[in-house]
Every structure is written in structure tokens, then in C-alpha cells.
């Protein structure tokens, strides 16, 4: 038996010296448990820090530094003791730390439970972890709530923050602005509507009273000539007056309608159950605008 320990320990210490720090962490978990020795707990320590497993190596460094004294009983164990307490010293800054970090209300979930690539953890208290990706998984009576996976390097202090009720409530809240943003598009593509029908009518009105007044003015004077003392010469000074006003009813008009269709066009569709259609419809006609509301 003796012979088979110290052919697995040389084994171990090959792949250690090779760099096959896999195959010389498998060989010296063997070894520390047919033949342990401060040396090969020593080098198992060493195998977990180059396979990047620091918390384990950590562990395994402190379990040779806590020893007693008299537990090294020749020069070999002794400087065993000696390297593990330094090699320590230099691990611990490299190991990073993780913190969860819960809302009031997250903390006073029922059945709360925060789980770290598949072991229970708790929030208070920042926690040692190895280098990498990892994974926190909140769950509580209502089943699972947030799940987050993130990268760590060495020597960094992490804070992870799971705060799924409020963000819920962010996210509700958020919603309601939306549709309430929605809405008052709508208002106002609704008063646009309103002011570009209005202009069209205004327009198309002192237009058409604008062209008769042209009419009558141009066939009792001719050549811009009217008999004096005749109303004719009213009809041109109207008509110039009216032609200016159905110009800027018509600009009005193409703005309000051209301001309804953009907001038509952006304005975000509402969720609902049914769809609503809009009561209000324009009406535009000779001598006449308006919008009409359908109760």
C-alpha cells in the first residue's frame, strides 16, 4: 500500500511540474485521502490556484495555517507550513468578492431565496467567489423572480442588485406615461383636425365670395376704369381683402391637417380590448367647416 501511495504521489507531483493542473488536482485529491501529508495538502492548495479555483484553494491554505505547531513533525512538514502561510498571504487579495444587494421590499418576500450557481446564499454579507461567470437565481412563495449571470475577475468586490418589485413598479408606471403620452397626442391631433377643417372652410367661403366680387368688378370697369360715384370700385377693393383672408384660411387649413396626419401617423396604438374609432369626423362643404362629434 505504501508503494501504490507513493507512486500516486509522484504522479501527482509529474503533472504538478508539467502544468496539467487538472489531471495533478485529480491525482492529489487521491493522495490527500490514502496518503495525507502535509506536503500533498500543500500541493493540492497549489493545484486549485492554478486551475483558478481560489476559494478551494483558499480553504485549503487555511487548513494548513491553523494547524498546531507540533503537527509538523520533520523539516519537510515544517517548510510545508511555513510556504502555505505565505502563499496564503498572497492568495487573498486575488480572491474577488460577490454582494447581493436586495430593496426593503425584496428582503420581506416570503420564502426568500437567493441561490449562486446551484448553492443557497445569503444577502447580509459579501461572499467569496472564484473567478468567472456565475449566476444568482431569486426565488420566493410566488416562484422564481429575477435571475442574473455576470462576469468576476480576480480580486474584484462585486454588488449585484435584485430589485424585481420595484422594477415592476417602474415598469407600470412607465406604461401608464406611455399611454397617457398617447392620449394627449390624440387631444391634439384632434384640435389640429378641428383647426384645419376650419381654415379649409374659411378659406374655400371668402374665396368663392372673393371670385364673385372679382367678377362683378371686372365687368363694370372695364380696363380698370369705373363710372365715379358707382359701387363697382368696392368690389375690388373686397375682393382683394377677401382673397387675402381665404389665402391664409387655406395656409391655416394645410397646417392644422398636415399636423392631424403626423400625429395620426406617430402616435403609438393603444392596448385595448376593443378598438375604438374616433367620434369625430370632419365636415367641410360650401359656406360651411366644421367637425362633427358622434355620441
Same mark, same amino acid.
Given at each position: ?28 485529491? !487521491? &493522495? *490527500? ?6 506536503? =500533498?495538502?500543500?500541493?493540492? %492548495? @497549489? ?121 415592476? !413598479? &417602474? *415598469? ?6 406611455? =399611454?397617457?403620452?398617447?392620449? %394627449? @397626442? ?110
Amino acid at each position: 500500500m505504501r508503494s501504490v501511495d507513493q507512486a500516486l504521489v509522484q504522479s501527482a507531483m509529474t503533472a504538478y511540474q508539467r502544468h496539467d493542473y487538472t489531471a495533478a488536482l485529480s491525482l492529489f485529491k !487521491r &493522495a *490527500s485521502l490514502s496518503a495525507p501529508s502535509l506536503t =500533498v495538502r500543500l500541493y493540492l %492548495a @497549489r493545484s486549485y490556484a492554478a486551475a483558478g479555483q481560489l476559494v478551494a484553494a483558499t480553504d485549503t491554505y487555511r487548513s494548513l495555517v491553523e494547524l498546531d505547531e507540533t503537527s509538523a513533525k520533520s523539516a519537510p512538514e515544517q517548510a510545508a507550513m511555513e510556504s502555505a502561510r505565505d502563499e496564503l498571504a498572497q492568495l487573498r487579495p486575488r480572491v474577488p468578492s460577490l454582494e447581493v444587494a436586495l430593496g426593503d421590499s425584496e428582503q420581506h418576500s416570503r420564502n426568500l431565496r437567493l441561490v449562486l450557481d446551484g448553492r443557497l446564499i445569503t444577502y447580509s454579507a459579501p461572499i467569496s467567489v472564484d473567478p468567472g461567470h456565475h449566476e444568482v437565481v431569486a426565488s420566493d412563495a410566488d416562484g422564481e423572480q429575477e435571475r442574473i449571470g455576470f462576469e468576476v475577475g480576480e480580486g474584484e468586490a462585486k454588488t449585484v442588485g435584485m430589485n424585481w418589485r420595484s422594477t415592476s !413598479r &417602474a *415598469s407600470k408606471k412607465s406604461e401608464q406615461a406611455s =399611454v397617457g403620452g398617447s392620449s %394627449a @397626442r390624440r387631444t391634439f391631433s384632434v384640435v389640429a383636425l378641428g383647426v384645419g377643417a376650419t381654415g379649409l372652410g374659411v378659406g374655400t367661403v371668402t374665396g368663392i365670395a372673393a371670385m364673385t366680387r372679382y367678377s362683378r368688378a371686372e365687368a363694370h370697369c372695364p380696363a380698370n376704369r369705373c363710372t365715379e360715384g358707382a359701387p363697382y370700385p368696392e368690389d375690388g377693393s373686397a375682393f382683394r381683402t377677401l382673397r387675402t383672408i381665404s389665402v391664409a384660411g387655406y395656409a391655416a387649413g394645410g397646417v392644422g391637417i398636415g399636423t392631424w396626419l403626423g400625429l395620426l401617423l406617430t402616435t403609438p396604438p393603444t392596448k385595448t380590448e376593443h378598438p375604438r374609432v374616433s367620434p369625430w369626423t370632419p365636415v367641410v362643404g360650401v359656406g360651411s367647416a366644421g367637425a362633427r362629434y358622434v355620441f
